[in-house]
């Protein structure tokens, strides 16, 4: 049976059905157990709303109301902290706290101390992780044996090329050491990929794409307004269909194409169902970009000072390099450039209806 993605033109007016829609037409209900709890990974990226950077208010809002109407009772809304960003503060200015009070939901903080990690033996074979940590993989336990449902947003990355379904993993399953693993972040989210399918009952995905993000993402991007709902209980398939719709081609992405040739899922548009949009005719020609932390830790992980790795990354010389990324996108980029951007958005339909779930 081919993998199926729906693929859906969507407006400010009519998001919250069509995010609805687009899940039905990509058969959710029979990849989404009803009887088992579902957590709702939310993905954000930074503290501060940045058009195309986290998980929507309208997303969340959409598969939310879908889920109710069709019986699911159990809808846990989770996310991770990293050393940069501040989740809690992120759900504020995102605009997703007003959304959990309008379905009655409460936000689980993965890194909180009531909220127990445990380690996990892959059965699958890793192709980096359990060398990566040496001593266990650790996952959160509430996790376990859960629906995952995952909420990513359309957009580029620094390090994976394009970022969505499968990354969205990388910010719930791995804790705050997850940035040991930027150096084979490729192989990372199929090891990822392969304890979800241990872990989870059923996988199911809502990319947002109403504003998609361009180049040195997840933050310091150029976001257009796209008017794009993806949806696909296929992982590789969504973030495959995805990477085409930004002109990429999905197998040159490491992780699409290490997924598809391990049958995690399919990577190969022309083996797939695409519902909806016809995506042959859907270009954006993005590209990716740099900033000054992503060089500089491009050059830790792969160039130059690679030999340095562990020194700068794993001992207590490992805050510069916090200090240093907060400095650089809080203090310097969002201020001079991305708060720019964002004013832009707001005067959109869009941005008018991100305002009203504040």
């Given at each position: 049976m081919k993998s199926k993605v729906s693929v859906l033109k969507t407006s400010p007016e009519s998001v919250v059905e069509d995010i609805g829609r687009a899940m039905k037409m990509a058969d959710y209900e029979s990849f989404m157990p009803k009887h088992?709890?579902?957590?709702?990974?939310?993905?954000?990226?930074?503290?501060?709303?940045?058009?195309?950077?986290?998980?929507?208010?309208?997303?969340?809002?959409?598969?939310?109301?879908?889920?109710?109407?069709?019986?699911?009772?159990?809808?846990?809304?989770?996310?991770?902290?990293?050393?940069?960003?501040?989740?809690?503060?992120?759900?504020v200015n995102n605009h997703l706290t007003s959304v959990l009070k309008k379905h009655g939901l409460d936000f689980i903080y993965l890194y909180e101390t009531d909220v127990e990690w445990i380690k996990y033996e892959p059965k699958a074979k890793m192709l980096v992780l359990d060398k990566v940590f040496k001593n266990g993989i650790e996952i959160p336990k509430i996790l376990m044996d859960k629906n995952a449902f995952h909420l990513p947003t359309m957009k580029t990355h620094v390090f994976t090329t394009i970022t969505g379904a499968m990354k969205n993993a990388f910010g719930g399953l791995l804790n705050e050491n997850r940035h040991w693993t930027h150096a084979v972040i490729h192989e990372t989210l199929v090891d990822l990929l392969k304890i979800q399918k241990e872990i989870h009952p059923g996988i199911f995905a809502v990319i947002d794409g109403t504003i998609a993000g361009e180049g040195a993402g997840p933050r310091a991007m150029?976001?257009?307004?796209?008017?794009?709902?993806?949806?696909?209980?296929?992982?590789?398939?969504?973030?495959?269909?995805?990477?085409?719709?930004?002109?990429?081609?999905?197998?040159?992405?490491?992780?699409?194409?290490?997924?598809?040739?391990?049958?995690?899922?399919?990577?190969?548009?022309?083996?797939?169902?695409?519902?909806?949009?016809?995506?042959?005719q859907i270009d954006f020609k993005f590209r990716t970009g740099d900033t000054f932390a992503s060089r500089g830790q491009k050059a830790i992980y792969h160039g130059p000072l690679k030999p340095l790795e562990r020194l700068l990354l794993r001992t207590n010389f490992v805050p510069w390099s916090y200090v240093a990324s907060r400095a650089y996108h809080d203090l310097f980029w969002y201020r001079t450039i991305g708060r720019r951007r964002v004013r832009q958005i707001m005067k959109t339909e869009w941005g008018r209806l991100f305002a009203r779930y504040g």
């Open positions: 088992i709890p579902t957590i709702l990974k939310v993905n954000i990226s930074w503290h501060y709303y940045y058009p195309a950077c986290s998980t929507t208010p309208w997303q969340l809002d959409g598969v939310a109301s879908r889920m109710v109407k069709d019986g699911y009772k159990d809808l846990i809304p989770a996310q991770n902290r990293t050393v940069v960003v501040d989740p809690k503060l992120g759900a150029i976001p257009h307004v796209k008017n794009y709902i993806l949806a696909s209980g296929d992982s590789v398939a969504i973030d495959a269909v995805s990477a085409r719709m930004q002109g990429f081609n999905p197998l040159s992405i490491p992780f699409i194409r290490l997924a598809h040739e391990s049958g995690l899922g399919c990577g190969d548009i022309r083996e797939m169902e695409i519902v909806g949009e016809d995506i042959n």
